[in-house]
């Protein structure tokens, strides 16, 4: 069966290989940096590959290339079971693997690559081949990562672990409440464990997105009581404006602990200001989120760094600039202040990485180069570039990877 549906997406490669039409692949059409689009060639679409299978025995999930993780999560959920996936419910699990792939349950897990056992891979010539540690390792290296640069991944296979329920959501705080959260923040890091994270940033809040406010997204693989007592209970007693209960189960820049008040507050005014005054001239941005996702590194940075192609593995943050407006005439302008503004943050809050690049590609909104996605593993994903695309017909990827 699942050949079958691979060979929906087979003659459409080879098709637009034959004619040299450029083309790109769509999971889910979640890409920042407009890599699942074309303008002027064809888009391979996956959205009819949607197929699940849990095998429970040997706690394995497999499911078709254009899944979302709402599907999977729920799929998996069936069986008491869940894998590393995005936190976006409506996010196309191809695009989000392939680069990664963090999620809530990365401290536990690590990134949704370390959780990939095998993947079926449409390649440029047309062949339909499997990738897993003992079948074209060098291949699943590459997906592991650096995936949308070799073929169309038609299917995934990936470990699944014992799951309970979680407890989750948003809270609200006025900016008055900023060096509180800041110092909090920072105990927060020194003492969580692999089962909690969060995500703390810059928003808008009601009535009308009208007032700035500062978002708190806290998670714990746990009960509400353990996080309430525990390690949220600071975030709690600080009182947010909304009430926290029970819940089920892009581009950016990093940054190290512990976070500077002064930096954050000095960013803090900058993004409220750009957006105040876009907002004020008929281009809304207020729906716009500056965040850090915060969760436990070690299980991240406990895989060699050159065991994949992903090398986003430092002990360090993730930001991400989410950024929305209403006027396509100020396209080139946001982008422009929104690259800006991650430098910023770059430059200001990393104190000296350790192993990685510092570089999630998946918060990225323009197509980043191989050196800088990838440090040292540059070459060598070069030379795969030139075994199974030599003619860079994959092209459309979030990295610059061409044959020589």
Known sequence: KWHRDSKISQPSAQRSTAHDIPFTTCSGGHSTAGTSSS?????????????????????????GGSCTWKEVDAEAWRHGLATVGGTVSHTGVGGLILGGGQGMLSGQHGVAVDCLVEAEVVLADGSIVTASETENADLFWGLRGAGASFGVVTRFTSEVFPQGRIWSGPLMFPMAKLPELVAWTNAFIERMDERQSMIIGFTYGPPSRSTPLIMVQPFHNGTGKE???????????????????????????????????????????????????????????????????????????????????YSNRGMYFDVLVLASWTDPDKDGTIRRWHG?????????????????????????????????????????????????????????????????
């Open 39 to 63: 303008d002027g060639g064809t888009v391979i679409h996956l959205e009819l590959m949607r197929d699940m299978f849990v095998d429970v025995g040997k706690r394995l999930i497999t499911f």
């Open 227 to 309: 996080a309430v007592e525990g390690a949220f209970k600071g975030f709690i007693e600080l009182g947010s404006h909304n009430e926290h209960d029970e819940r089920d189960g892009l581009p950016g820049t990093t940054v190290t602990a512990p976070l500077e008040l002064s930096k954050w507050e000095e960013l803090s005014r900058a993004f409220y200001a750009y957006i105040d005054a876009e907002t004020e001239q008929g281009n809304d941005m207020r729906a716009s989120l500056l965040g850090v996702e915060i969760y436990k590194k070690d299980r991240v940075t406990s895989v060699r760094l050159g065991a994949t192609a």
């Open 340 to 404: 800006e503004l991650a430098r910023r943050i770059k430059e200001g809050n990393q104190k000296g990485e350790d192993d990685g690049v510092g570089q999630y590609s998946n918060y990225s909104c323009v197509v980043v180069d191989v050196k800088l996605g990838f440090g040292d593993k540059a070459k060598r994903l070069v030379e795969l570039k030139s075994k199974f695309d030599p003619a860079n017909r994959f092209a459309k990827s979030p990295w610059k990877i061409a044959a020589p």
